[in-house]
């Protein structure tokens, strides 16, 4: 392989290692590149990123190159496939999974010498497209950066809208006559236009054509494993998740499923990871855990349904090579847990972690909101735990992972306030000491500071945005600028009442 200048070794050896289903060179120049503001072993187990980029790909004479950007490196990486730097080209997708990739990617784009704000961007530099969760449920922050943003499911929306864009390139019109051209896409949502709906994109084909992984590398998060979108959106609809309110709840067609991994069985993949916010649901959990196992397949599966996991179930997921079980009762209690949507009972967690160490499992992980707006003592988190450490065999870890609740878009507790940081300080702390000590029990936090921050941009506008970028040009912290500004903390932070509108008022969700 040739290497570019400037290419890092270590993404030479990535992109050598790679094992794909499309093969086709990338031209000396692509039209494109897609960008995802995360290290490489994220990106190469990120769907959305992946399947985009594939689909991108498979549009005659278009062509669409990778990029990925560490923030802990000083320098911005070129492009995966041509080893061109990412300001040599006229067109960046960006895919986004969190609010905090605002922050990384104003740092990348600065690092990758691209000027991040949009109106200070010339007809040469390139026209930047969101794309992803994040700018589903609230793109207002991003307005001050993209372009545009393609809101949903991007499978067939950002087609649609790159054929405005290649009907644009051929006719060489300008930057604005692009903007006004792409306003003919329903899901295209374009700063500063306030008024006008944004309906996010849904692809109605995906049963029968699940997200699956088109190119796979050992050193992937999930190591050297295929991975599939097995159901897409959640049922349940639990008072904090993003996830019901973006995506209609859906569940991949068995058949499809096992076809897919079948036809990309020249890949080599000795693991499949079964990926869904609602794998748990699916009808036909069982028939095709039975149907993979028997070619072989090592499985993993991104999370259970607490209630629907059985002796049958975990025996199976145990017998093709799963080793740590993943569920979320977010709540200590059992009365809250069945207030905000999780119908798991005490009983049926007792029964789980028993089951799991009895059929040789390593640990169970478990997550854990605190700070709800329907508060809870942590005396009951410890309380649960405790129990759960008494049932479980000794040999068996409980792995948890706390978390702060964030208020999030398009959820019924879209209006409530994220909890003061002292409270959120003092419940950690307790959590710590009372949970340190117990046998083969590992607890993890989030850091309360990038909390705050993933807050305030989730129920950001525009101008918060603006106070973000300002603040990378600074080098200040988001909270450092919003205080120079004149805003207080708890403008944004606190409740927000029903008279007042919300910022992303204008998206409208598939149904």
Not at 363 to 383: C, Q, T
Not at 387 to 402: E, H, I, M, N, Y
Request: charged share 25%; aromatic share 6%; proline share 7%.
């Amino acid at each position: 392989m040739k290497r570019s200048p400037g290419r890092s070794i270590t993404l030479l050896d990535n992109l050598a290692a790679e094992r794909r289903i499309c093969v086709d060179r990338m031209p000396r120049r692509p039209k494109a590149v897609i960008l995802f503001p995360a290290p490489y072993s994220a990106a190469i187990a990120n769907l959305g990123f992946l399947t985009i980029w594939g689909r991108l790909n498979r549009v005659p004479g278009f062509s669409c190159d990778r990029a990925v950007w560490d923030p802990r490196t000083a320098s911005f990486s070129p492009a995966l496939e041509s080893g061109l730097p990412i300001h040599q080209f006229p067109l960046i997708f960006i895919s986004s999974t969190s609010e905090l990739d605002l922050i990384t990617v104003i740092d990348g784009l600065l690092a990758a010498e691209i000027e991040p704000e949009a109106l200070k961007r010339t007809g040469r530099d390139p026209f930047i497209v969101g794309g992803g969760i994040t700018f589903t449920l609230n793109p207002q922050p991003w307005a001050p950066i993209v372009d545009l943003a393609i809101l949903g499911e991007g499978e067939e929306a950002v087609l649609d809208w790159l054929q405005v864009y290649l009907d644009w390139s051929a006719k060489r019109g300008t930057k604005a006559e692009l903007r006004s051209e792409s306003q003919n896409i329903t899901s295209a949502w374009l700063p500063g236009d306030t008024h006008r709906t944004v309906v996010a994109a849904k692809y109605v084909n995906y049963p029968a054509d699940p997200a699956i992984s088109p190119v796979i590398h050992p050193q992937g998060h999930f190591g050297d494993c295929l991975l599939v979108e097995i159901t897409r959106g959640c049922p349940r609809h639990c008072s904090f998740c993003a996830v019901c309110g973006v995506y209609p709840a859906r569940f991949a067609e068995p058949d499809a499923i096992l076809s897919k991994i079948a036809e990309r069985k020249t890949l080599g993949a000795k693991k499949v990871g079964l990926l869904g916010a609602a794998t748990g649901d699916h009808p036909q959990l069982k028939p095709m855990i039975r149907a993979l196992a028997a070619e072989k397949y090592e499985l993993t599966i991104s999370s259970l349904r607490i209630e629907r996991s059985d002796e049958e179930l975990l025996e199976l997921l145990v017998k093709s090579g799963l080793r740590t079980l993943t569920v979320a009762p977010e709540a200590g209690s059992e009365v809250l847990r069945n207030r905000i949507g999780k119908k798991s009972s005490d009983a049926d967690l007792l029964r789980l972690v028993e089951l799991a160490g009895i059929l040789g499992l390593h640990k169970v992980r478990l997550y854990f909101l605190i700070g709800l707006p329907e508060p809870e003592p942590a005396e009951a988190i410890i309380d649960l735990v405790k129990r759960l450490r008494q049932a479980a065999p000794v040999k068996l870890g409980l792995d948890l992972s706390v978390a702060s609740f964030i208020p999030k878009p398009g959820t019924l507790w879209e209006r409530a306030p994220f909890a003061a940081t002292p409270e959120l300080e003092a419940i950690k702390k307790l959590l710590r000491r009372e949970l340190s000590g117990l046998a083969r029990v590992n607890v993890e936090f989030e850091s309360t500071r990038m909390e705050r921050q993933a807050a305030l941009l989730s129920r950001g506008d525009a101008e918060m945005g603006s106070m973000a970028l300002r603040s990378r040009r600074s080098h200040r912290s988001l909270e450092q600028e919003l205080r120079l500004s004149g805003g207080k903390m708890e403008g944004w932070l606190g409740g927000i009442s029903e008279d007042r509108m919300l910022p992303w008022h204008q998206i409208k969700s598939a149904e």
